[in-house]
Structures are given as structure tokens and as C-alpha cells.
């Protein structure tokens, strides 16, 4: 759908001594100097405990706050761009948020539709043959007429993964999107990231960039992914799996080992 | 220091402007240290303080009114399939569906001044001078006075204070930051159909409980057998009338509906609540809107007296 340049060898995100506020209050700062780039096509996975400024680090990434300091470019655009002119750039970006974010007064199929909606000026019957599409591809076609409210977390969850699938975004965020779901979900959700890095039908083949934060970096482990962490304020590069297993660094060793014994 | 940018051509993102205390000016850290500033208590202190409380609200009420038009105008044919239908919604919650109330309160507002009116003037057998002056009393009392400003405080006590509670809800729930991730204006979105819905609304209605108020002021006249004919009486409202009386109304009713939508919507969203405030901001926005109305309402009647 949006015609991505994808000859292009430029970075999806690059981040030169970023420094990130809270998003309650940006004269707090919860990260700093974060330099960090991503290939497009890259699935990475930021780890850090309850706190360490996750969300806020992807809220920034997602172009809702700017940077306090330092340089943030996305597919060598400088961010945040909130310039109306840029909607295009922005909607290469999707997010999804850890609690959902719903619509409470839509049901999940004007939730799902919206973005198409609003950014193509289409009518609710011109937008059902993507939404049924998407629908179909989340399993959410029975719950369709619900409104969120009425649902289990685990199905809110895939609402909103539905939503920012809508536009078929270039580059995906997902704020500790395992956290509180059950196995069968949790293994859904794995399988369908691992397609979307891939490259989905959905997203016609292209390979998504995907970003995950987690405060459990053993969900995460195998492919070809690549980990990061958040610790004291800093944003670490970790490496690919096999640099995490061997990393000596305490939180490291925490967040790997988790009490989650029984999932895996 | 407080700052605002109303550039428009650079519009930035709602939430940007809150966090940057633009939107919400009474969050930014120069104005939180201000307003929790240990001060001696003295009531200088406390009256001044009160003063910037409000010079603050006036203006946070005032950028976001300016903000809206500015996107009023700016995004008048974006997304219309989706915005268009939210606006017939709002205009049926803020109008159509109130209808019938209005038809009763109408009903009863012309029992009450032709009875008062009736018993007054018979108590000094000026009964024949009311029957010749009905149709003024009427133009004053409804058309003027009573009947637009009754219709705004109607809808802001059913609407008005749904908006603050569903925009406040919205706001603490993370509603408005997922619509900035999804690119969608929130004031396009949220604030939009409901300004044009309350402003169409209470105009609309304005206008039926004027004409039921009239119909029924006759009805009651002729119940307590007061010597009018229907011919005389509509007579006497049409010479009571101006053009001006026609342009005012309309003015003043789209102006209640923009303010109490602008005034519940602020409160609603502008700043960054948390769940249990939202019944605060509900108290907030009805004691406002209501004061906003009643001054427009004196403004009115000096441009009235000027003209």
C-alpha cells in the first residue's frame, strides 16, 4: 500500500546522543545519550525492568515526544515529525501500546478500521473488505460488533495490534506486547512477528521492522534478533542471543533467567 | 515562561503542545511552582492567586477556542466520511434527541408567564393593557432573554457535561495519545463534532422552544379566557419583532453552543488528567460554561441597547 522506497540503504531509525524525557513530565530525564540504529528489516528487542523508561523510549521512537537532546532521524528524516506535511512519514510508523489504548465508545471493527478510514476518506462499507481481511488474519472476525470493553485482555491486545496493522506500516513498535498474555496467545503473537519480520502476505511480502520492549528477555530468545537494555539511564547494545547467554551483566543474567520457568 | 504558538502552518501535535505546556498552561513546572508557592495568608495573597487561576483559564480557554477554529478551517474536507457522520451524531445528541424535553419545557415556560402575567395585571384590573402588549412580553421575556439562554443551559447540563467525562475518560485512558499515533488530530476528531453539533444544536432547538413557548403562551391565554384572537396576537409578535431580534438570536445561540463546547472539551482534554480527577473537571467546566453564557448573554444585550 504506501510505496516505500525499499532500494533504500538509509537507516529505519538512527538515534546520535539522544536523550529521552518522561512522557509525564519531560524535564525528567529517564534515558540518556542513546545512540542506536536500525536497519530496515531489523527486529529488535529492548529489555529493562519495570521503570527503566521502556515505554517512554518508545513513545519518543514513535515520534509522540521529541528528544530532549541529540539527533533522532527516521528513515533519515529528522523526528518528531509533526508537521502536518509529514503525515506520510508518520504513518510508516505503527504503534502498540502495552494497555491496548482502545477506542472504549467504538466497537472493534471501527477501532480496527479508523486509521484506514480517516487518513483515505473511506465509508464504512468501502473500508470492510481490508478490515474483514485483517480481521481474519487476527481472529477477531466473532468479536467483530464487541465493544472493547466486553473482551479479555488478550483479545484487546489484538485489537490493537490489528489497528496499527491497518496501514501497513514500514516500521512496527510494540510496548511489552507478551506481558499477561496467556501461551496459546503468546505463541500467536511470537509466530505472527516472526512472519511480519519475514515479510507478511499482509504486508505484501515486505519485511517489517519490528521494535519490542520486554522485562523478560527469555520469551524473545532464537531468530535472528537482536537485544538491547535499558539499565541506570543508559541504553545498551547487547547483541544477538547468543551475546546475551554469555553477557555476565547482573540485570542481564536477571531478566534471562526470569521466574517464568514453567512457560518455556 | 508561558508561551503559546498559534503558528498554524507549523501546527505540531496535541500531545506535544501539553507536554511543552502550551495547551495546558496550568501544568507547566514555571506555573505548578506558582500556584503550590508557600505564600504568607494574607487575603492579597489568596485573591491574587485566584486571579492568576483565572487570567490562566481565560487564556488556556482561549487558545484552545483559537485552536479549534484553526482547524475548523484548516481541515474542512479532510476524512468528511468519517467526521461527517460524527457531526450528525453530535448535532442529533446536542438537539434532535432533546427535542421532546424542550417541547414540554416550552409548554410550561408559556403557562408560567401567562399566568403570572394574567394574575399580575388583574390584581390592578390592567388586564386589558396585557391583552394588547402580550406579543411584546413574549418577544422580551422568550425570544430575547429566557428562551436562548434556557436552551444553552439545558444542553450544557446534558451534553456539555457528557463531553467533559467522555474527553476526560478518553484523555486519562491513553485514548488521545493512540489517535496521535495513528496520525489523527484529536481536536479534529474529538473536539470538532462536538463544537459545530452544540453550536447547530442549541440553535435548533432555540428556535422550537421559542415557536412552542409562543403557540403555548396562546393556548394559555385563551385557557384563563383573556380576550385575544389569534390573528391579533401573532400580530403583536411580528410587530414587536426586528430583524435585528432574528440576526442576535441566531448569533447568540451559535456562540452558547461554540463556548460551552469549547469550555467542556477544554476541560476535558487540554490537560493531562488522571481518572479521579475527572469529576473535578466537571464541576470546573459547568461552573465556566455557565458564567461564559451569562456574560455573552450581557454582552448581547448591550450590543441590544447600543444598537
Same mark, same amino acid.
Given at each position: ?12 531509525? %538512527? ?22 540504529? *536500525? ?44 508537521? %502536518? ?24 471493527? %471501527? ?5 484506514? @478510514? ?9 473500508? %470492510? ?82 521494535? *519490542?520492549?520486554?522485562?523478560?528477555? @527469555? ?33 542481564? @543474567? ?11 | ?66 485552536? &479549534? ?59 386589558? &393593557? ?12 422568550? /425570544?430575547?432573554?429566557?428562551? #436562548? ?80 384572537? #389569534? ?15 432574528? /440576526? ?14 469549547i469550555v467542556t472539551c477544554y476541560h476535558g482534554l487540554a490537560q493531562p488528567l488522571q481518572l479521579e480527577e475527572v469529576s473535578y473537571a466537571t464541576v470546573r467546566a459547568v461552573a465556566q460554561s455557565v458564567i461564559a453564557c451569562v456574560l ?12
Amino acid at each position: 500500500m504506501s510505496a516505500a522506497p525499499e532500494t533504500s540503504t538509509r537507516c529505519a531509525i %538512527e538515534m546520535r546522543g539522544v536523550s529521552i524525557g518522561s512522557m509525564r513530565d519531560l524535564s525528567t530525564i529517564v534515558v540518556e545519550d542513546v545512540n542506536w540504529a *536500525v536497519a530496515p528489516g531489523d527486529f529488535w528487542v529492548i529489555s529493562g525492568l519495570q521503570g527503566s523508561g521502556k515505554s517512554d523510549f518508545l513513545m519518543l521512537t514513535g515520534g509522540m515526544m521529541a528528544p530532549v537532546s541529540g539527533i533522532y532521524c527516521f528513515f533519515g528524516e529528522e523526528m518528531p515529525i509533526f508537521e %502536518e506535511h509529514r503525515l506520510a512519514d508518520r504513518l510508516r510508523l505503527g504503534f502498540v501500546f502495552e494497555s491496548g489504548q482502545l477506542f472504549n465508545h467504538l466497537t472493534v471493527s %471501527e477501532n480496527v478500521s479508523l486509521p484506514l @478510514r480517516y487518513h483515505k476518506n473511506l465509508s464504512r462499507e468501502d473500508a %470492510e473488505p481490508e478490515l474483514n481481511q485483517l480481521l481474519e488474519l487476527t481472529e477477531l472476525g466473532p468479536w467483530a460488533d464487541s465493544t472493547p470493553g466486553a473482551m479479555a485482555r488478550n483479545w484487546q491486545r489484538r485489537v490493537g495490534l490489528a489497528r496499527a496493522l491497518m496501514l501497513r506500516p514500514d516500521v512496527l513498535l510494540l510496548d511489552n506486547p507478551l506481558a499477561g498474555l496467556d501461551l496459546r496467545h503468546r505463541g500467536w503473537w511470537l509466530n505472527l512477528l516472526e512472519q511480519l519480520s519475514r515479510g507478511h502476505p499482509w504486508m505484501n511480502g515486505r519485511p517489517t521492522t519490528l521494535v *519490542v520492549t520486554t522485562n523478560d528477555l @527469555r520469551l524473545w530468545r532464537g531468530g535472528a534478533r537482536q537485544f538491547a537494555m535499558l539499565k541506570n539511564k543508559r541504553f545498551l547494545v547487547l547483541g544477538h542471543w547468543g551475546q546475551v547467554e554469555a553477557a555476565s551483566d547482573e540485570l542481564v @543474567r536477571e531478566l534471562r533467567a526470569s521466574t517464568l520457568q514453567q512457560d518455556q | 515562561m508561558i508561551k503559546f504558538s498559534f503558528d498554524l502552518a507549523r501546527s505540531e501535535n496535541y500531545v506535544a503542545s501539553v507536554q511543552k505546556g502550551n495547551a495546558s498552561t496550568f501544568d507547566s513546572p514555571r506555573v505548578r511552582f506558582v500556584m503550590r508557592m508557600p505564600m504568607p495568608p494574607f487575603f492579597a495573597n489568596y485573591v491574587g492567586r485566584k486571579l492568576f487561576r483565572f487570567l490562566l483559564t481565560i487564556q488556556g480557554l482561549g487558545a484552545f477556542a483559537l485552536i &479549534t477554529l484553526g482547524v475548523i478551517i484548516t481541515k474542512i474536507g479532510v476524512a468528511r466520511r468519517v467526521i461527517r457522520p460524527l457531526i450528525s451524531r453530535e448535532i442529533s445528541r446536542a438537539g434532535v434527541r432533546l427535542l421532546p424535553m424542550f417541547l414540554f419545557l416550552a409548554t410550561v415556560l408559556g403557562l408560567l408567564i401567562i399566568g403570572q402575567t394574567v394574575s399580575w395585571a388583574s390584581k390592578f384590573g390592567a388586564t386589558h &393593557t396585557v391583552t394588547e402588549h402580550l406579543g411584546d412580553i413574549f418577544v422580551i421575556v422568550v /425570544v430575547r432573554e429566557l428562551g #436562548p439562554l434556557i436552551a444553552a443551559v439545558l444542553v450544557l447540563a446534558r451534553i456539555g457535561t457528557a463531553n467533559v467525562v467522555e474527553l476526560g475518560t478518553a484523555r486519562a485512558m491513553g485514548e488521545v495519545e493512540a489517535l496521535e499515533a495513528l496520525g489523527i488530530d484529536p481536536v479534529h476528531y474529538l473536539v470538532v463534532p462536538r463544537v459545530i453539533g452544540m453550536a447547530v444544536g442549541i440553535f435548533a432547538l432555540t428556535v422550537y422552544l421559542i415557536i412552542a413557548a409562543l403557540a403555548s403562551g396562546y393556548l394559555w391565554a385563551f385557557l384563563q379566557n383573556v380576550p385575544l384572537r #389569534p390573528g391579533d396576537y401573532f400580530g403583536q409578535l411580528a410587530a414587536a419583532l426586528n430583524g435585528l431580534d432574528f /440576526v442576535l438570536l441566531a448569533l447568540k445561540t451559535m456562540l452558547f453552543g461554540f463556548i460551552i463546547a469549547i469550555v467542556t472539551c477544554y476541560h476535558g482534554l487540554a490537560q493531562p488528567l488522571q481518572l479521579e480527577e475527572v469529576s473535578y473537571a466537571t464541576v470546573r467546566a459547568v461552573a465556566q460554561s455557565v458564567i461564559a453564557c451569562v456574560l455573552i448573554d450581557a454582552l448581547f444585550i448591550i450590543i441590544y441597547l447600543a444598537t
